[in-house]
């Protein structure tokens, strides 16, 4: 019988899935998956912390850090499997720079079984919608990639509620973060983004991003969120910044 058109890429495509792959970490063959077995096991978890800004904490059990009882945020949780160093900073830059999507899979599946588990634990940890950091149109036209955005669609696939892609705008460019002091990082983003959905009538937003350094672009997001009525602001990151 003749090929059907379609047929071979098909074909390809679980020929494809059937070859070993090479682990994002290591880079020897973790059969069908994109990270072995101990290097996943060896990433560097977060462990207890901080319930609404992912930061360790000096005493276990408390449900917040010093400085957020003495200076809330303007967002109410935040909900980070990993810590942002060796290999997680690679494989960010990997994903975000190199639209690497071997890593991007890795990252975006540790963080919604990160999801899943919250969850389980406690069913209002789950946001009624989602919406990932915008990137600057310029930006995003020289990296082709927003990895909030890529992760975002995974974490709404994933658990059912919707996706509020491109309501959450910058209102201008920001010179890049890298580099500056946290009070520095808070002036250059002032005024910086703005929501133009529908008022957000008291619901659960969780904001996504890849990285949480010192916190001043998630701050400045929730500040517009909740300006906008949103009731209760979850933060989704894939990993923690801990020495900002
Ligand atoms: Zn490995
Ligand atoms: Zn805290």
Same mark, same amino acid.
């Given at each position: ?44 978890? #977060? ?10 904490? !000096? ?103 919707? #996706?509020?892609?491109?309501? #959450? ?37 969780? #904001? ?30 894939? !990993?923690? !910044?801990?020495?900002?």
């Amino acid at each position: 019988m003749p090929c059907q058109p379609g047929m071979n890429s098909w074909v390809n495509r679980c020929l494809d899935a059937l070859q070993p792959r090479a682990c994002v970490a290591c880079g020897f063959d973790s059969g069908n998956a994109n990270i072995c077995v101990s290097c996943r096991a060896d990433l560097p978890w #977060l462990g207890p912390c901080c319930d609404r800004c992912a930061l360790p904490l !000096a005493k276990a059990g408390d449900p917040a850090c010093g400085q957020c009882l003495a200076h809330p945020p303007p967002f109410d949780a935040s909900h980070a499997p990993l810590r942002f160093s060796f290999p997680v900073n690679r494989l960010v830059h990997g994903f975000k720079f190199r639209r690497d999507s071997a890593m991007g899979q890795v990252l975006s599946e540790v963080l919604c079984s990160h999801m899943t588990t919250r969850a389980s634990e406690c069913k209002t940890a789950l946001p009624d919608l989602w919406v990932p950091v915008p990137m600057h149109r310029w930006r995003l036209a020289s990296r082709m990639l927003n990895p909030a955005f890529f992760l975002a669609q995974r974490l709404a696939a994933r658990s059912g509620s919707p #996706l509020a892609p491109h309501r #959450l705008r910058r209102s201008r460019h920001t010179p890049t973060q890298t580099g500056l002091g946290a009070s520095e990082r808070k002036s250059n983003l002032r005024g910086a983004f703005c929501w133009t959905g529908q008022p957000l009538k008291s619901l659960h937003v969780g #904001l996504v991003d890849d990285v949480m350094t010192t916190g001043s672009t998630v701050s400045e997001c929730a500040r517009v969120l909740k300006r906008n009525q949103a009731g209760y602001i979850s933060i989704w990151i894939v !990993a923690r !910044a801990l020495n900002a």
